[in-house]
């Protein structure tokens, strides 16, 4: 078991060094900007209630420095309030394009696709920009994701983000991010390149759209966005990690909140990459160094051994998220990385063994397909998913 343990803290070491690599290969490489590539683009904007900071959020894509651009927002319900915000931008910005699609039309179990299909017929440009309401970005976001779509052969544009956060759940969230999460994105994209995108921005071209089977391909799924990353890649496009990193505003939300999130994302994560999943066991060198010490006895070895995989872990989580996304909370809240590595091991645990996830308080079951099934006890046949889910309600912000 020691060996065991000793192996494992050596692999974490490995995992580190590289994903420091990858971060600093992150930050050399920038895209381009050509001027004269400034194709049109609509911008889809699937709602549902007020996000943290929602108006402002909006906003921000009302801003962009680009020629030609249309933003579609998709609403189901037409009480929700969501809809006062969106006509008060409307009016203050009257020089954009801006149309709004009130629908309760529902394709699949996952709503914020159904309001991405209902959005889509208005859509008035070949290049689409998905983006969740919880993003903000600045007036030059749209000139640079872009300009990958330059080569025919890239069919997905995505983008990582880096979180404003309040409240310790929100918090603990945003270092999981930073410092976590996307240094695996940056490990997989530097070693074998990606083959999935991010609801934080997902730009794509109709064309590749249509061809994967259009929004009613992915409707019934939870991971969505990395749907929009996969079936392209399948369908032999390129799939693209953009230089720009978009801001994702958390709001306050409380540490069990912010778990049952986390767990349910895990276990989406394990349905779209179970072996991947497997694989992080080799990455949790801040759990298996302490472990390593107990079985130990508080050797001499084994405290040498967890000062350097914690001194590993907290030096590529620093260039994760402190350099590579300019990410405020981790700068601020950087001693919190250990802890929230051994809560994640624990969420971990709970996404390895089990496939039932709470989403807006529905109790739903995850498929191995990756797919969204209601728990037995509220199961109504039916011949389509859109008649299981009429209760459900999802924030758009909050999806994979």
């Excluded at 191995?368 to 011949?383: H, I, W």
Aim: glycine share 8%.
């Amino acid at each position: 078991m020691i060996g065991l343990l000793g192996c494992l803290c050596l692999s974490a070491i490995m995992y580190y060094c590289y994903a420091i690599y990858a971060a600093i290969a992150f930050l050399r490489h920038s895209h381009a900007i050509n001027p004269e590539f400034h194709p049109p683009i609509t911008i889809l904007k699937p709602l549902c209630g007020l996000d943290s900071d929602a108006e402002n959020n909006l906003i921000s894509f009302c801003q962009q420095d680009y020629p030609h651009f249309q933003i579609v927002f998709a609403v189901r319900d037409r009480q929700d309030p969501i809809i006062e915000v969106v006509e008060k931008i409307s009016q203050q910005f009257p020089d954009v394009d801006i149309d709004l699609v009130v629908s309760d039309r529902i394709i699949g179990a996952n709503l914020k696709v159904s309001n991405l299909a209902n959005a889509l017929p208005q859509a008035k440009y070949d290049i689409i920009l998905i983006a969740d309401s919880d993003i903000r970005v600045t007036p030059d976001y749209l000139q640079r994701v872009v300009q990958p779509l330059q080569d025919q052969s890239i069919g997905v544009v995505t983008c990582l983000y880096r979180s404003l956060a309040q409240g310790w759940g929100a918090t603990l969230e945003a270092i999981s991010t930073a410092t976590d999460f996307h240094a695996g994105v940056l490990v997989s994209h530097q070693s074998t390149g990606i083959e999935f995108a991010f609801g934080s921005t997902i730009v794509i071209r109709k064309s590749v759209l249509e061809e994967i089977g259009g929004f009613a391909a992915i409707a019934d799924y939870l991971a969505d966005d990395f749907q929009l990353g996969h079936l392209p890649a399948k369908a032999g496009y390129e799939v693209v990690l953009s230089d720009y990193v978009v801001e994702h505003v958390l709001g306050n939300s409380s540490v069990t909140n912010s778990l049952h999130r986390q767990t349910r994302w895990a276990r989406g994560i394990k349905i779209c990459r179970p072996w991947g999943y497997l694989g992080l066991i080799f990455t949790y060198g801040t759990v298996s160094s302490l472990l390593f010490v107990l079985l130990t006895q508080g050797s001499t070895l084994g405290w040498i051994n967890l000062t350097i995989v914690w001194i590993m872990r907290l030096v590529m989580g620093w260039i994760v998220g402190a350099i590579a996304l300019n990410d405020v909370v981790t700068k601020k809240y950087f001693w919190l990385i250990p802890l929230w590595d051994l809560l994640h091991f624990v969420i971990w645990c709970a996404g390895l063994f089990g496939t039932t996830i709470e989403w807006r308080g529905q109790q739903l079951r995850l498929t191995k397909e990756g797919k969204l099934m209601p728990l037995e006890q509220d199961f109504v046949s039916s011949q389509r998913c859109t008649e299981l889910v009429e209760g459900l309600s999802v924030v758009s912000g909050e999806e994979m």
